[in-house]
């Protein structure tokens, strides 16, 4: 079956960067875009960042511009998140998505930026 499992988050400074992963199993990796979106408290799911399957297309939130960047190694069945420049509204359960004829998400992972 499909999994997604997040890794790589946690407390961070503002101004500090974070690099998330998502290890992806139970279907063809390298044929599939994916996202990540994140969460934060009390606020409806965003999206954060897309890629295209061969990774040669990407797509941020204007937030996000400039600070994120979305990267894929198909060889490794993961996509990653880097984040720069973080801020404490980047504070969020971050989580990677795909579709494959329905909505998969993982299990998220939190990322707090506070001094």
């Known amino acids: 079956q499909v999994q997604l499992v997040e890794s790589g988050g946690g407390l961070v400074q503002p101004g500090g960067s974070l690099r998330l992963s998502c290890a992806a199993s139970?279907?063809?990796?390298?044929?599939?875009?994916m996202s990540w979106y994140r969460q934060a408290p009390g606020k409806e799911r965003e999206l954060v960042a897309s890629i295209t399957s061969t990774g040669d297309s990407t797509n941020y939130a204007d937030s996000m511009k400039g600070r994120f960047t979305i990267s894929r190694d198909n060889a490794k069945n993961t996509v990653y998140l880097q984040m720069n420049s973080l801020k404490p509204e980047d504070t969020a359960v971050y989580y990677c998505y795909a579709r494959i004829f329905v909505r998969y998400w993982g299990q998220g992972t939190q990322v707090t930026v506070s001094s």
């Open positions: 139970g279907f063809t990796f390298r044929n599939y875009a």
